[in-house]
């Protein structure tokens, strides 16, 4: 704080910008928040505090930031993605049956990922283009799209549960390097390439701005449609991953493998200060959501809580979240659907 | 999700005005009747599949299992036409069917009145945090949709309870002058009174403003918040009352029962016709639509398609019947 007594009086000081001050408890919220509740459980719990424990969390963490990742450059555009459950489980059904597996006689090893993954964005594409070309709101193509993944995994599924014999897929949740899984360090690589995405590509810069104001981006000559179409294509092959990685933790394809990721990864985002309106918000952000939500399944677990509430927590989380967020505008958004 | 509303016409020139009573285009009348023939076209060919298919027992059975859909979509309806959206109708349902199961032994007959009761509170805790704390309302609902699961998953312990009074339920399972089975009459019955009860009084001009315009309504002195309000307390009480009929049906209450209505109720919805963007629409519709996603669930495994393919259906159903019925007017910026 400047005193203004010492202000020269001919030069008028500008005014600190407010949004900035509300910016920055946005962004130092949530770690902040990671750490009280770390202590609080920490305290509550001798078994949380465990060296074990900790390994646990961050294992436990990996699916669920994969999704964040993607997730996240859907919500920078003010838009919202409700297809994880579909594009994983199409997704951890295609890889179970593309690897070695006691289906059939496929054994593409790490091409078979890769398909997967190409499936997941292949669904990523359909949303976005149904979004900008059928120009239908995107929770209503997604929760369509989901429909679609789940159709399409049920069909692969065929009854019979592939279930895979791939050294190396099955390793990625076994190995460990330094005391992490590899799934873990494949997590930690996503977050890594998403905040580069986000922050050095075109794509990510262009997200942020069609979530901060899309008339103004599309008024100054950008072609916005594409943009939107490649941001969910690019959340579609994260979720690629992410079924990839619960078909290596499983060691099995399930149709149900994305079965609620879909509304801990909008919690972990919305918690990590990644606004549902757009325009706010980052990779980095998420990836903190991430560990705030598997720190608080973890720890609830250990001091004795239904496992059953999870949800429950994660959908009170979101709404206090939410609403905290849209509070500074609360008089001035007469109009919410 | 912000959905900008064009304050200025000029800003879009292609817009339509917003004069609702004008004559309807000829691809709008089309699209208002879609439902009706998507529902005549969809017998017929069945029909045609498989000539048994017409025939009063059949058709008896597929009405009887469309009747908890009717009632969820009938319920669902009313918020959709507010501009909203209610994506926690399923896990509501689901977790009324526990409380069902759960109250029987204890309030007898009185058991259906506290579950619809119970429903319609918690839906109206929604629509009551959707207008005081100014969050969307698929925000609202998608977190509602996570709380209800959980607490069916708590207080049933993860299983199913079995209904063993079941002289509770019995009439639901009578026929209505040996043809109509009782619930999809019930089911007929609430959409009438709903129907008949928004005609008659003024909520039909107060919910349609509110779909159509939420400012210009607040403007002209319109109860928006109640309205709205009103809405989830109506859809929440028709989620209890679907429960009810899918209790009764399989004699048992689970948490996760009704969890794969959401979908089919979405399609129902916007099968009929009634815009997701608020103002256009009817109870009826959703009743149309709902029979048609019905015929569907049954008619796919007749014409010998594998049941996978429903789920795929359904999603292209939903977003293609979105992408004609949506009022492109209104929007300006499609999140």
Same mark, same amino acid.
């Given at each position: 704080?400047?005193?203004?007594?010492?202000?020269?009086?001919?030069?008028?000081?500008?005014?600190?910008?407010?949004?900035?001050?509300?910016?920055?408890?946005?962004?130092?919220?949530?770690?902040?928040?990671?750490?009280?509740?770390?202590?609080?459980?920490?305290?509550?719990?001798?078994?949380?505090?465990?060296?074990?424990?900790?390994?646990? /969390?961050?294992?436990?963490?990996?699916?669920?930031?994969?999704?964040?990742?993607?997730?996240?450059?859907?919500?920078?555009?003010?838009?919202?993605?409700?297809?994880?459950?579909?594009?994983?489980?199409?997704?951890?059904?295609?890889?179970?049956?593309?690897?070695?597996?006691?289906?059939?006689?496929?054994?593409?090893?790490?091409?078979?990922?890769?398909?997967?993954?190409?499936?997941?964005?292949?669904?990523?594409?359909?949303?976005?283009?149904?979004?900008?070309?059928?120009?239908?709101?995107?929770?209503?193509?997604?929760?369509?799209?989901?429909?679609?993944?789940?159709?399409?995994?049920?069909?692969?599924?065929?009854?019979?549960?592939?279930?895979?014999?791939?050294?190396?897929?099955?390793?990625?949740?076994?190995?460990? &390097?330094?005391?992490?899984?590899?799934?873990?360090?494949?997590?930690?690589?996503?977050?890594?390439?998403?905040?580069?995405?986000?922050?050095? $590509?075109?794509?990510?810069?262009?997200? !942020?701005?069609?979530?901060?104001?899309?008339?103004?981006?599309?008024?100054?000559?950008?072609?916005?449609?594409?943009?939107?179409?490649?941001?969910?294509?690019?959340?579609?092959?994260?979720?690629?991953?992410?079924?990839?990685?619960?078909?290596?933790?499983?060691?099995?394809?399930?149709?149900?493998?994305?079965?609620?990721?879909?509304?801990?990864?909008?919690?972990? *985002?919305?918690?990590?200060?990644?606004?549902?309106?757009?325009?706010?918000?980052?990779?980095?952000?998420?990836?903190?959501?991430?560990?705030?939500?598997?720190?608080?399944?973890?720890?609830?677990?250990?001091?004795?809580?239904?496992? !059953?509430?999870?949800?429950?927590?994660?959908?009170?989380?979101?709404?206090?979240?939410?609403?905290?967020?849209?509070?500074?505008?609360?008089?001035?958004?007469?109009?919410?659907? | 999700?912000?959905?900008?509303?064009?304050?200025?016409?000029?800003?879009?020139?292609?817009?339509?005005?917003?004069?609702?009573?004008?004559?309807?285009?000829?691809?709008?009348?089309?699209?208002?009747?879609?439902?009706?023939?998507?529902?005549?076209?969809?017998?017929?060919?069945?029909? /045609?599949?498989?000539?048994?298919?017409?025939?009063?027992?059949?058709?008896?059975?597929?009405?009887?299992?469309?009747?908890?859909? +009717?009632?969820?979509?009938?319920?669902?309806?009313?918020?959709?036409?507010?501009?909203?959206?209610?994506?926690?109708?399923?896990?509501?349902?689901?977790?009324?069917?526990?409380?069902?199961?759960?109250?029987?032994?204890?309030?007898?007959?009185?058991?259906?009145?506290?579950?619809?009761?119970?429903?319609?509170? /918690?839906?109206?805790?929604?629509?009551?945090?959707? +207008?005081?704390?100014?969050?969307?309302?698929?925000?609202?609902?998608?977190?509602?949709?996570?709380?209800?699961?959980?607490?069916?998953?708590?207080?049933?312990?993860?299983?199913?309870?079995?209904?063993?009074?079941?002289?509770?339920?019995?009439?639901?399972?009578? !026929?209505?002058?040996?043809?109509?089975?009782?619930?999809? &009459?019930?089911?007929?019955?609430?959409?009438?009174?709903?129907?008949?009860?928004?005609?008659?009084?003024?909520?039909? $001009?107060?919910?349609?403003?509110?779909? !159509? $315009?939420?400012?210009?309504?607040?403007?002209?002195?319109?109860?928006?918040?109640?309205?709205?309000?009103?809405?989830?307390?109506?859809?929440?009480?028709?989620?209890?009352?679907?429960?009810?009929?899918?209790?009764?049906?399989?004699?048992?209450?689970?948490?996760?029962?009704?969890?794969?209505?959401?979908?089919?109720?979405?399609?129902?919805?916007?099968?009929?016709?009634?815009?997701?963007?608020?103002?256009?629409?009817?109870?009826?519709? $959703?009743?149309?639509?709902?029979?048609?996603?019905?015929?569907?669930?049954?008619?796919?495994?007749?014409?010998?398609?594998?049941? *996978?393919?429903?789920?795929?259906?359904?999603?292209?159903?939903?977003?293609?019947?979105?992408?004609?019925?949506?009022?492109?007017?209104?929007?300006?910026?499609?999140?």
């Amino acid at each position: 704080m400047t005193s203004p007594a010492k202000a020269d009086p001919d030069v008028v000081v500008p005014p600190r910008p407010r949004p900035r001050r509300g910016v920055s408890l946005l962004d130092a919220g949530p770690p902040i928040a990671l750490v009280v509740i770390f202590a609080v459980f920490a305290a509550l719990s001798s078994d949380f505090r465990t060296v074990g424990n900790l390994q646990n /969390i961050m294992d436990a963490a990996a699916v669920l930031a994969v999704v964040a990742c993607g997730i996240t450059f859907v919500l920078m555009m003010g838009s919202i993605d409700l297809s994880v459950p579909g594009v994983m489980g199409a997704s951890a059904i295609a890889v179970a049956l593309l690897v070695a597996n006691n289906r059939n006689g496929n054994d593409w090893g790490l091409l078979g990922i890769l398909v997967a993954i190409l499936l997941g964005a292949g669904l990523g594409l359909l949303s976005g283009m149904a979004l900008v070309s059928l120009r239908v709101p995107s929770f209503m193509t997604t929760l369509g799209v989901s429909a679609v993944g789940l159709g399409v995994a049920t069909l692969m599924f065929a009854g019979v549960q592939p279930n895979i014999d791939d050294e190396m897929l099955h390793g990625w949740a076994v190995h460990r &390097f330094l005391g992490l899984a590899y799934l873990t360090w494949i997590a930690v690589g996503c977050v890594l390439v998403g905040w580069l995405i986000q922050r050095y $590509s075109r794509l990510g810069r262009y997200a !942020y701005a069609i979530g901060g104001a899309e008339e103004v981006l599309a008024l100054s000559g950008v072609k916005v449609a594409p943009y939107k179409v490649a941001v969910f294509t690019l959340a579609g092959a994260f979720y690629g991953l992410a079924g990839v990685m619960v078909t290596s933790q499983l060691s099995a394809g399930l149709v149900q493998a994305g079965k609620g990721y879909d509304f801990a990864a909008i919690t972990a *985002a919305v918690v990590g200060g990644t606004l549902l309106t757009g325009g706010r918000g980052g990779v980095l952000h998420s990836a903190v959501g991430v560990l705030l939500v598997t720190v608080l399944t973890n720890g609830l677990v250990q001091v004795g809580v239904s496992p !059953y509430w999870q949800g429950g927590v994660q959908g009170l989380i979101v709404v206090a979240a939410v609403s905290a967020a849209v509070l500074p505008q609360r008089r001035r958004n007469q109009v919410t659907k | 999700m912000s959905t900008p509303v064009i304050a200025d016409p000029v800003a879009n020139p292609a817009a339509e005005p917003a004069v609702v009573t004008g004559a309807p285009t000829a691809a709008q009348r089309v699209t208002s009747f879609m439902p009706v023939i998507a529902l005549v076209a969809l017998l017929a060919a069945l029909t /045609i599949a498989d000539p048994d298919f017409l025939t009063q027992r059949s058709l008896t059975a597929a009405v009887r299992t469309s009747a908890p859909l +009717v009632v969820l979509a009938a319920g669902a309806t009313l918020v959709v036409l507010c501009g909203g959206i209610d994506l926690s109708i399923a896990a509501l349902c689901s977790l009324s069917t526990v409380f069902f199961a759960m109250w029987l032994p204890d309030l007898g007959g009185l058991t259906i009145l506290a579950v619809v009761a119970a429903a319609g509170a /918690i839906g109206a805790v929604q629509g009551i945090a959707h +207008v005081v704390l100014r969050i969307p309302s698929f925000v609202v609902t998608l977190g509602g949709m996570s709380i209800f699961s959980a607490i069916a998953l708590v207080i049933s312990d993860a299983g199913p309870i079995r209904v063993i009074d079941r002289d509770a339920t019995a009439w639901l399972n009578l !026929y209505v002058a040996g043809y109509v089975p009782m619930s999809f &009459f019930v089911a007929v019955l609430v959409v009438a009174v709903v129907s008949l009860v928004i005609k008659l009084t003024p909520l039909e $001009s107060f919910v349609r403003a509110t779909g !159509y $315009s939420e400012s210009a309504a607040r403007l002209a002195g319109t109860p928006v918040d109640a309205v709205k309000v009103a809405a989830f307390t109506v859809s929440g009480a028709c989620a209890g009352l679907a429960a009810v009929m899918l209790a009764s049906r399989n004699f048992s209450g689970s948490p996760t029962m009704a969890d794969n209505l959401l979908l089919p109720a979405v399609a129902a919805i916007v099968v009929g016709g009634t815009a997701i963007t608020g103002g256009h629409g009817s109870l009826w519709r $959703s009743l149309t639509g709902a029979l048609v996603v019905t015929l569907l669930r049954v008619g796919l495994p007749i014409v010998g398609v594998p049941s *996978a393919w429903e789920q795929i259906l359904y999603g292209a159903i939903i977003v293609a019947a979105v992408a004609l019925t949506l009022d492109r007017s209104k929007v300006l910026i499609i999140k």
